[in-house]
């Protein structure tokens, strides 16, 4: 209910206000969705002139808007999910989208909506801005023929970019009124948060999910409130002691930035460990038959580190682990706090970290890790991820009971196919729980085999999400997946309606694949590349294959993939548009024709 009232207050906001006089309303251009595109993306680079606010208009099909976003030239991104969905039909406009006082340079639209109608006939969509007044006019602004516009549309997978576009309409709306701003809920505050955290720019092509928001107010430090309730079966470990943090954590001039991460687990619990001054609950390698919630603080160090790296002081010789020196706040990824929390605490706390998004509202994603990790390791590399993806939904991680050693690759295999009950019950909890409007999939090497099973488990319990039209479920990341291939191929077909869409990261140089060729006598899993090329799915899923960055993705123990900004820039992308086939992501995929249909490679 209160969705819908702050959506009717906006809609108000955004037609009542009084325009000026020499506001004008301009097309910026026109764009056709052919039958069953849901997606379109305006490419307009070439409008100089900056805009106060985008209105829609349709000229041939009722449509409902459910998500706009609008790159701006200066790395600014307005992101929007529009709820309730706003209708429009033929020779309608819509409410007015990204409103603002000042006028601003726009570079990439993306609209995404549904068809209202039954007609086997295109969609003619419109896009106007809002230009504001000048002091002369000397000419009149440029049309789409003399803008050299290019308009994409969303393409099946695997099929080829469309050739550019423009069209012009004789068919002039009335000048709407001028955009008021929209207001914006401060975020909740949360204790031992950095009040003065930012992001950092981003050097790869802006997501279309976020929205800057005002610096908060500085605040005075407040007393540590207790802890949530931990949430405890017979005979586990004590609970965790009353929080009490180090006085670095109210410290505004911290050298961190801490990181909530929520995690599911079916590890045991193990007696609490102590650290920087307070009790903290540990998991070990062990295997519970219960589903475990809690959240994590992880920290990041502000300075001193690469994105994508995970600094620590141990020495990693593969076989084993040893300790240099004792953690530095300021120069390691640490383990701040570890909660176990009751299923009611856990969707409470995280429903109030959704409700501060602003770059990524309304969604979450689900990290699986793969082999040869431990608890903490699948923190740090949640937390790495959001971190570095500068994501401020909520970013949650399923960790499964990997024993953590080079030698238990077999024993891994066996405890990630057991996790899979557990697992469905935990992203069931977010999916329709959570709040979160979009959640994203992300699955390293092993951890994808459970993770699928979850997705065919659903299609086959719940078939009726799989046909309604709208997915459960934002993008299915697979990174290496080490599952079979012909396993990939039929589940990847199944589940088609149950996700916005599928990408699978291949290599031919990721240890923990090497370490599955072994043990299944040189079959190849899905997420390795061998000579004769990828596996593809036409129609399923991009295959994109990453094998020139020599590296392994997203492990702690085995992998520098993650170090690679490109890659994140590319996820960064993914999640946030959704903008498919991959070369209209950026230049450095390169589309690969092969007897078994086209995937993409990455090149440097």
């Known amino acids: 209910m209160t969705k819908w009232l702050i959506a009717f207050l906006l809609a108000i906001v955004g037609i009542s206000g009084p325009a000026s006089a020499q506001d004008r309303w301009a097309r910026i251009n026109t764009v056709t969705a052919g039958i069953g595109t849901q997606q379109v993306i305006v490419d307009a680079s070439g409008w100089t002139a900056g805009c106060k606010g985008i209105r829609f208009a349709v000229l041939d099909a009722n449509i409902a808007i459910e998500h706009i976003s609008i790159v701006y030239t200066t790395g600014r991104v307005h992101a929007e999910n529009v709820s309730p969905p706003v209708r429009i039909g033929p020779g309608a406009q819509s409410r007015v989208f990204a409103a603002t006082n000042d006028a601003r340079q726009i570079r990439l639209i993306t609209l995404r909506f549904s068809r209202l109608d039954r007609t086997a006939r295109p969609a003619t969509i419109e896009v106007w801005g809002l230009q504001p007044a000048r002091p002369t006019l000397s000419a009149p602004p440029p049309t789409a023929q003399n803008r050299g516009f290019r308009m994409e549309r969303e393409q099946p997978s695997g099929g080829s970019a469309p050739p550019p576009m423009a069209r012009r309409m004789e068919v002039q709306p009335p000048p709407p009124p001028a955009p008021q701003p929209r207001m914006q809920t401060a975020p909740p505050a949360r204790e031992s948060m950095d009040a003065s955290r930012s992001a950092p720019p981003s050097d790869a092509v802006p997501r279309s999910r976020s ?138 706390e995280a429903r109030q970290k959704l ?52 030698t238990g690759y077999v024993l891994d295999r066996g405890r990630a196919r057991d996790a899979r009950d557990q697992l469905r019950a935990f992203v069931d909890i977010i999916a329709k729980e959570s709040g979160a409007t979009e959640v994203h999939l992300i699955a390293h090497s092993m951890g994808a085999d459970p993770l699928l099973e979850v997705l065919r488990d659903i299609q086959r319990s719940e078939p009726q999400v799989a046909t309604s039209g709208r997915p459960r479920f934002g993008e299915i990341i697979l990174a290496a997946p080490d599952v079979t291939r012909e396993s990939f191929e039929l589940i990847a077909s199944q589940i088609t309606g149950l996700r916005r869409g599928m990408t699978l990261y291949a290599s031919s140089n990721d240890r923990a694949l090497a370490a599955s060729r072994w043990t299944r006598l040189g079959e190849s899993p899905a997420g390795y590349v061998p000579n004769g090329g990828p596996v593809v799915v036409p129609g399923a899923a991009d295959t994109i294959d990453i094998s020139s960055l020599d590296t392994s993705f997203f492990g702690v123990n085995h992998s520098t993939f993650a170090d690679r900004e490109a890659l994140l820039g590319d996820i960064r992308r993914l999640i946030s548009s959704g903008m498919r086939p991959p070369s209209t992501r950026g230049p450095e995929f390169e589309l690969v024709q092969s007897e078994h249909g086209a995937y993409w490679r990455y090149k440097k």
Not at 385 to 395: N, Q, R, T, Y
């Open 355 to 406: 409700a501060g998004a602003r770059r990524f509202p309304g969604q979450a994603f689900v990290f699986v890790h793969g082999y040869f990790v431990t608890f903490d390791d699948a923190l740090f590399r949640a937390a790495q991820i959001a971190h570095d993806l500068e994501f401020d939904g909520v970013p949650f991680v399923y960790s499964w009971p990997s024993v953590a050693g080079l």
């Open 211 to 348: 929205m800057q928001p005002p610096a908060p107010a500085a605040r005075a430090p407040e007393a540590a409130p207790a802890p949530p309730p931990v949430a405890m079966s017979p005979g586990t470990a004590p609970k965790a002691a009353t929080r009490s943090l180090a006085p670095a954590a109210t410290d505004p001039n911290k050298p961190y930035t801490e990181v909530d991460v929520y995690f599911g687990t079916d590890r045991k619990r193990e007696a609490d460990r102590t650290k920087f001054g307070r009790a903290v609950a540990a998991f070990g390698t062990g295997r519970s038959n219960e589903l475990a919630l809690g959240k994590a603080v992880v920290t990041v160090p502000k300075e001193g580190r690469e994105k994508g790296s995970i600094p620590r002081p141990e020495w990693d010789l593969i076989v084993a682990r040893f300790s240099l020196r004792d953690e530095d706040l300021s120069r390691d990824f640490t383990v701040f706090a570890v909660d176990v929390m009751t299923q009611r605490d856990f969707v409470r």
